[in-house]
């Protein structure tokens, strides 16, 4: 057995489409109109189709569950913090934070309300604490990882 890809149901195929792209920046690999695959396997399929494929009436698709999110990393988190910012149309989570071993994060919602989580890149995280002088034993004790891991890091 393989896992292949989280799928997503979307009560409308394009509006979603255009977020994924405009803030994750995705891209369509395949479109099959009911159901579309973006880069990094996210799947996406139409509420009504959703609905037949598990025969289930409307109103036993809810959406805004808040019991599980996608989450993505990111290198340039300075960036794409500034990019997010910029859209008036997301709705958030919660702000940027910094969890208490140093990675900073952002959620918000997609459009059906499914939550979308960007994490620092965890390397970029090491790179900042020992370009900030901690030592190496002192990045691995703050962000609780292996003193391997850091050095890793500064490869």
Same mark, same amino acid.
């Given at each position: 057995?393989? !896992?292949?890809?989280? =799928? =997503?149901?979307? $009560? ?9 792209? @405009? ?10 109109? $009911?159901?579309? /695959?973006? /880069?990094?396997?996210?799947?996406? %399929?139409?509420?009504? /189709?959703?609905?037949? !494929?598990? &025969?289930?009436?409307?109103? @036993? ?7 599980? @999110? ?8 300075? $960036?794409?913090?500034?990019?997010? %910012?910029?859209?008036? /149309?997301? &709705?958030?989570? #919660?702000?940027?934070? @910094? #969890?208490?071993?140093? %990675?900073? $994060?952002?959620? !918000?919602?997609?459009?059906?309300? #499914? ?41």
């Amino acid at each position: 057995m393989k !896992f292949k890809n989280p =799928l =997503l149901v979307v $009560a409308d195929m394009e509006r979603s489409k255009k977020f994924y792209k @405009e803030v994750l920046g995705l891209r369509v690999i395949m479109d099959f109109g $009911a159901n579309v /695959t973006l /880069t990094g396997g996210v799947c996406l %399929q139409t509420k009504e /189709t959703w609905m037949q !494929f598990i &025969d289930r009436k409307e109103e @036993e698709i809810v959406f805004c569950g808040n019991d599980a @999110e996608i989450y993505f990393e990111e290198d340039d988190f300075d $960036a794409f913090a500034e990019k997010l %910012q910029k859209i008036e /149309t997301i &709705d958030y989570v #919660h702000p940027v934070m @910094e #969890h208490r071993w140093g %990675q900073r $994060a952002v959620r !918000f919602y997609d459009p059906d309300k #499914h939550i979308i989580e960007v994490g620092e890149n965890m390397k970029t995280v090491c790179r900042r604490f020992l370009d900030s002088g901690m030592t190496e034993e002192e990045a691995a004790a703050r962000m609780d990882v292996p003193l391997k891991f850091v050095k890793a890091c500064k490869r």
